[in-house]
């Protein structure tokens, strides 16, 4: 069975650093474009950044360009989103969810999400 | 960016009616388009892909259609878990969502 458990959320300060953990289980992780997608409050979805399955892929949207990372450890079966420099329109519930195998598809697992509020 | 938008915004039916949720996209995304559910506290759940695909599990009272930049989703007969929001999402250019179409008991 397909799992994606988010982690790390909470409140920070506004310029401060955060790291999301997705612990995936029941598939392999480096088999699938992964994504963290986001929605803050009244807002629509917004999907953030993927990696796919080699690693070699990695994309970013406008938004967060330079300030977020995201990066997976295989032995630990675990997709993170380092995020810095946070600002107070990055306040949101973080999701992680799977995409396709070999190219961008529909999401078809997504974890609870976790909250992340930035404030002073 | 390829812009989704939702209609309505918000739709008041009673169980057992049918309804009808629209999504339109800026420019044409093919038939890379789907269709999630949310409810309060919960993931975004998957009901459709390419259009018109249910996904495993997905009762069949649910349905998809259109193509290029207008599509929609419909629920045939209503029941009480069906009351949610739901999302459209292009994946043809990288992905983007629709604003959400909240379904409420009317």
């Known amino acids: 069975q397909v799992k994606l458990v988010e982690s790390g959320g909470g409140m920070v300060s506004p310029g401060g650093s955060l790291r999301l953990s997705c612990a995936a289980s029941?598939?392999?992780?480096?088999?699938?474009?992964m994504s963290w997608i986001r929605q803050a409050p009244g807002k629509r979805l917004e999907w953030i950044s993927y990696i796919n399955g080699t690693g070699k892929s990695i994309y970013y949207a406008d938004s967060v360009k330079g300030r977020f990372t995201i990066s997976r450890d295989t032995v630990k079966k675990s997709l993170y989103l380092q995020m810095n420099s946070l600002r107070s329109d990055d306040t949101a519930v973080y999701f992680c969810a799977r995409g396709g195998m070999t190219k961008l598809d529909w999401f078809d697992s997504w974890g609870q999400g976790t909250l992340v509020t930035v404030s002073p | 960016e390829i812009v989704m938008t939702q209609s309505p915004a918000t739709l008041s039916l009673s169980p057992g009616e049918r309804a009808t949720l629209s999504c339109r996209a800026s420019?044409?995304?093919?038939?890379?388009l789907a269709w999630y559910q949310r409810k309060p506290g919960q993931a975004p759940r998957l009901l459709i892909y390419d259009t018109s695909t249910r996904a495993a599990g997905i009762p069949a009272r649910f349905s998809g259609s259109g193509s290029g930049t207008e599509f929609t989703l419909t629920i045939s007969s209503l029941q009480s878990e069906d009351f949610a929001v739901y999302y459209c999402q292009q994946y043809n250019y990288y992905y983007t969502f629709g604003q959400g179409t909240k379904l409420e008991i009317k």
């Open positions: 420019q044409s995304v093919g038939s890379n």
């Open positions: 029941g598939f392999t992780l480096t088999d699938y474009y």
